[in-house]
């Protein structure tokens, strides 16, 4: 038994009460022949483990646990996580006292033991009236860069980004929908490694960084939606950017008709992106390959299948009380020239924002006020003859944007869940009764708040961007 497992399991000993002490840890590291390390509040079993040859599996593998109870340790949660496959990894966050912090990270070998695990764990009694949440872990490796002049291209950010940054992958940047000779005033730069990401974070800190002689604005990408492969397997709908404003939906019905008349079933257009729908899948994989780098109405497209949102499982997570601790994403509310982001990352536009402790407020410029002097005339109207500019109001612009459309007026419906340090934490459901199209009509964020101000504005913020 080497040293440092000894030393790691001594320093839990010292909390362990019955048969969670030491010697049931040593008789874990005895049994598996897993190496243990504790360092940086982080113990780790593993990593890699005997006999492992190559490099560590590829990202998608890990999964997050959370709710765990502060007096179980590896020796009871290693066999109930090997149940889903060989594990790799096991980091238990620990606090100084010994006990562990409520969480941990479980990397496997392969992404299927993963999925596994998310599917037989999340929500499992792991003791009597003690049930934990398993959530995918995302291992973010992508920035979003604010505030780039709208006329750099794709190379020069990248050469810019290569020289004050290390481990730079690759840039992505978007065209102007109405301008496609200009950026949208945003990029994400897309990093070998987390760590790359979290040190090209820390250097670029906002405010004190400039390119181009321009403050720019640094925060992490919200990341991807992971779908599961038998999910996308069903898919048979294709998301379409980069059109052009002017381009109506029976033109982009009519271009995917080509290639085999009949196909489309229907296009939702918004802005310069579509859904379209097919009857078959078959015919939208087809279509995409076809399709993808087409030019319609003068502009080239970017045509990939669309990932369905899971709603339950997200819903779950989070009332579950899988909360990431390293969840630093924020939510940006669209201007009118930057539009709604399918994509990863946030709009350039972050003059509203959302991070859960607190309500959104209006810029500091809308809140200015007028002296009201007496026998000044006032006219009675309503909120819906005036322009959605008039709107700070995420929540506000969304009870507008609902009768501009001649929809019912949204319905909010209010959850909550505790947090693993005792906060009540907050989240609105979105119903829309009446969308004509028959989309999706009922939204709920990805993030909790502690305000009910803030969630309900966080709520119309993402009803909002996925309308």
């Known amino acids: 038994m080497h040293e440092e497992n000894k030393a790691a399991a001594n320093g839990c000993g010292k909390i362990r009460s019955g048969t969670q002490n030491e010697a049931a840890l040593l008789a874990l590291m005895e049994k598996t022949g897993y190496s243990m390390v504790q360092e940086n509040g982080q113990r780790k079993f593993g990593g890699p483990p005997p ?14 646990v959370g709710k765990i109870p ?30 562990n912090r409520g ?31 398993v959530c995918v872990s995302l291992d973010n490796c992508r920035l979003f860069i604010g505030a780039i002049p709208k006329e750099k291209k794709k190379e020069e950010i990248l050469n810019e980004m290569k020289k004050v940054t290390e481990g730079v992958v690759d840039v992505i940047v978007y065209p102007n929908a109405t301008d496609k000779t200009k950026n949208r005033g945003f990029a994400f730069v897309e990093y070998e490694s987390h760590r790359a990401a979290a040190m090209a974070r820390r250097r670029l800190i906002p405010g004190t960084f400039q390119l181009w002689g321009h403050t720019i604005q640094v925060d992490w990408a919200d990341p991807e939606k992971e779908v599961d492969e038998e999910t996308m397997q069903r898919v048979k709908v ?120 607190h309500s959104p407020g209006p810029p500091e410029a809308e809140r200015c006020t007028y002296p009201f002097f007496p ?45 693993q340090d005792g906060k009540i934490l907050l989240v609105y459901k979105v119903l829309i ?34 309308l």
């Open 51 to 64: 006999g492992w040859k190559g490099p560590p599996p590829p990202r998608g593998c890990e999964v997050f």
């Open 238 to 357: 294709l998301y379409v950017r980069n059109l052009m404003i002017s381009t109506t939906e029976d033109t982009i019905k009519a271009e995917f008709n080509k290639f085999k008349p009949g196909v489309v079933e229907r296009v939702k257009k918004l802005r310069d992106y579509a859904f379209v729908h097919f009857f078959h899948r078959e015919d939208a994989v087809a279509a995409m390959s076809v399709m993808n780098g087409k030019c319609i109405d003068g502009a080239s497209i970017e045509v990939t299948l669309a990932k369905p949102v899971n709603k339950e499982g997200t819903w779950k997570q989070h009332f579950n009380g899988q909360i990431s601790p390293c969840s630093e994403n924020l939510l940006g509310f669209p201007n009118k020239e930057d539009g709604h982001q399918k994509s990863v990352g946030k709009p350039a536009s972050l003059s509203v924002r959302v991070n859960g402790q």
């Open 375 to 419: 026998g000044i005339k006032l006219t009675p109207i309503s909120m819906y003859s005036l322009k959605s500019s008039h709107f700070s109001s995420a929540a506000m612009h969304l009870d507008y944007f609902c009768n501009k459309n001649n929809w019912t007026p949204p319905e909010y419906y209010l959850y909550s869940t505790t947090s």
């Open 103 to 133: 969480y941990a990270f479980v990397m496997y070998t392969t992404k299927e033991e993963a999925q596994l695990a998310i599917k037989i764990l999340n929500n499992y009694e792991i003791r009597p009236g003690k049930f934990i949440g």
């Open 70 to 99: 502060r007096d179980m340790y590896e020796d009871e949660l290693v066999p109930v996580f090997e149940r889903a496959g060989k594990i790799y990894e096991f980091r238990l966050m620990m606090e100084f006292s010994g006990e």
């Open 433 to 466: 009764p009446s969308i004509a199209d028959g989309s999706q009509s009922y939204f709920m964020p990805d993030k909790l708040c502690t305000t009910v101000e803030g969630a309900k504005e966080l709520a119309a913020q993402f009803t909002l961007l996925h």
